[in-house]
């Protein structure tokens, strides 16, 4: 709707320009708002005194000049002028009433395919395989599925790319544990962090051990068959463990997904080879260098972007520009979106303007880094467990499950174990995602379980229970939410109305996603849905209402609301339950 009022202002605009009022070949930006107070209108503007200068008129004058230009539409009932020059929109609420009855009857609650369809590249998880995933991933999977599946969900072809960490120097390192120790089998690796932690001791306390460990990168990177396949080995059952808390979290990540940094290993003397045919390479110290005038620090000298080491080696820059171009040219993406931690915001501008200089992207491509801030305990300090070690996802994701358990058996003692047990799994996994989706991503957060698991604010729970209470409903008729539904629509207080007007909003906020990759805009929409159904239940009998064109009729904006708090908890991976 914001769209088409922005279209009849265009209009309006060019009216003016065409009688001489504003400037030849103008280019106005539009901004139209949702408003709160439904007493000014749905929608509002304040283009009047955005072009009040230009047009050398006072911004009321120019409203109404403005109003008597707007073309006639069927979907605004009336336009007023408001304050220092606000045009404020009055929507039609039979045709508001209309879209939404069509909404109901369509699969994707009607919310229209994104044009054009773009192919999308999403990069996201990627952890390093030599360690156990941690809290720290938990970010870019989970903001990264969300975006990915609001992607899809809009028409877009996402390609997920989990590009592992899965050829830096550490691996030297495990294997020559590996090799030091023979015995140590599936079992003694599936322990990875300890086993880690154990080569680790080895490498720091040991100068042979650790020039063995430098040998043996070599070995690998060369190609060498036994060390590859302890590598793979290795990788097999790194990999399995990242699966499984995919799994667990609901997150859509399979292992065909996977495309780690060794992948690129043969691309990578080529990289470097076509940037010195470009004449890009500098070296500096032996190493292979790219200097670029827009990377100057504070003292006017220019980072490079270091491709390749003196010793020969290539770096995590490198990679990146192999993936880059394997993602442009093999790929033929539209897009690529980088779900990863803001502190490497400057890696990726750099390596993203290299790329751009060298061409290894086609020039539509549109390449960007979705930050996100540090997640800190509850303490607002990097998060930790008590003796100063990461906090491993499997240990958090069993307590926030063991915290769901005892809170639902509180709330209903009578529920039998199994459903007990499924509750609390979708309330504690949903918990820790929901928390996560629902702040900017750009922000640090603290990690609080009581905070994530209360049944009131902006929450998991809070959420999924506004679901079953819509569905509850549906329990007492003979209708389902995804029935045909008899009747329809008819907006006549002002709960109705309101409500209506967000149903109505859910596209433009999936759209907002797509756009900046900020799945939180799609949990404070959601948590406003749920309040205003709740308002509306209290004001608006749905069963009982007083006849039966009402009764069918708040039936469907119960529908409409049940649908849509389903489609945007799955867009965010939150499993709904029909009641807990
Ligand atoms: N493995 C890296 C890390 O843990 C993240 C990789 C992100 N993706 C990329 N294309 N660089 O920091």
Redo the contacts with the bound molecule.
């Keep these: 709707m914001k769209d088409s009022i922005r279209n009849l202002i265009q209009l309006a605009v060019n009216q003016l320009i065409s009688e001489g009022i504003l400037p030849e070949d103008f280019v106005a930006n539009i901004q139209v708002e949702n408003t709160r107070d439904k007493s000014h209108g749905d929608f509002a503007s304040n283009i009047a005194m955005m072009l009040a200068k230009p047009a050398k008129m006072k911004p009321r004058d120019l409203a109404e000049r403005l109003v008597k230009a707007l073309p006639e539409d069927p979907q605004v009932r009336e336009v007023a002028i408001a304050g220092p020059g606000f045009l404020n929109f009055f929507q039609n609420h039979d045709a508001l009433a209309q879209r939404l009855d069509a909404a109901l009857t369509d699969a994707q609650v009607g919310v229209a395919q994104q044009q054009p369809a773009q192919r999308v590249v999403v990069?996201l998880s990627?952890?390093?395989l030599a360690k156990e995933m941690h809290v720290g991933?938990l970010r870019?999977t989970i903001i990264g599925d969300a975006v990915a599946r609001v992607l899809e969900f809009l028409g877009h072809d996402v390609i997920r790319q989990n590009?592992?960490?899965d050829w830096g120097t550490q691996f030297g390192m495990l294997l020559a544990y590996l090799l030091e120790n023979p015995s140590a089998t599936e079992t003694q690796l599936s322990d990875l962090e300890a086993f880690y932690r154990a080569a680790k001791q080895r490498f720091d306390e040991s100068p042979e051990f650790a020039e063995q460990a430098r040998g043996l990168v070599v070995k690998l990177q060369a190609g060498d068959p036994e060390c590859l396949r302890l590598w793979q080995q290795f990788n097999n059952v790194s990999l399995s463990h990242c699966q499984e808390l995919y799994d667990r979290l609901g997150v859509k990540l399979s292992m065909d997904d996977v495309r780690g940094e060794s992948s690129y290993n043969d691309d990578l003397a080529q990289v470097v080879a076509d940037l010195r045919e470009k004449n890009l390479l500098t070296e500096d110290a032996g190493a292979q260098c790219v200097f670029l005038d827009e990377f100057k620090n504070s003292e006017d000298k220019i980072l490079p972007v270091i491709v390749q080491k003196a010793d020969g080696g290539y770096l995590?820059s490198t990679t990146?520009l192999a993936?880059m171009r394997y993602r442009s040219q093999t790929l033929k993406a539209d897009r690529a979106l980088?779900f990863?931690?803001q502190r490497?915001a400057l890696h990726f501008q750099m390596v993203f303007a290299v790329a751009r200089h060298a061409d290894f992207v086609h020039p539509g491509m549109q390449l960007e880094h979705m930050g996100f801030g540090t997640m800190n305990g509850p303490d607002g300090r990097p998060f930790k467990t008590r003796d100063g070690g990461t906090v491993k996802l499997v240990d958090l994701l069993n307590e926030a499950e063991q915290r769901a358990y005892t809170l639902v058996k509180e709330k209903n003692p009578k529920l039998e174990e199994s459903e007990l047990q499924k509750i609390a799994q979708a309330v504690g996994i949903g918990a820790v995602k929901y928390a996560d989706l629902s702040k900017h991503r750009s922000s640090d957060y603290s990690f609080n379980f009581d905070q994530m698991l209360s049944f009131e604010g902006n929450t998991a729970p809070y959420l999924l229970y506004a679901y079953t209470r819509v569905a509850s409903v549906f329990r007492r008729t003979d209708f389902t939410m995804n029935s045909t539904l008899p009747g329809k629509i008819q907006l006549t207080s002002e709960s109705e109305q309101v409500l209506a007007a967000s149903l109505q909003r859910f596209t433009e906020v999936l759209y907002n996603i797509a756009d900046k990759g900020t799945p939180h805009i799609l949990c404070t929409y959601l948590y406003e849905l749920a309040g205003q159904f709740s308002s509306f239940y209290e004001n608006c009998p749905i069963l009982s209402a007083e006849d039966e064109a009402t009764r069918h009729s708040r039936l469907r904006l119960a529908a409409l609301t049940g649908r849509t708090l389903k489609q945007g908890l799955e867009l965010l991976g939150l499993q709904t339950l029909e009641r807990m």
């Design positions: 990069d990627s952890p390093n991933h870019s590009h592992v960490g995590y990146d993936a980088y990863v931690d490497q």
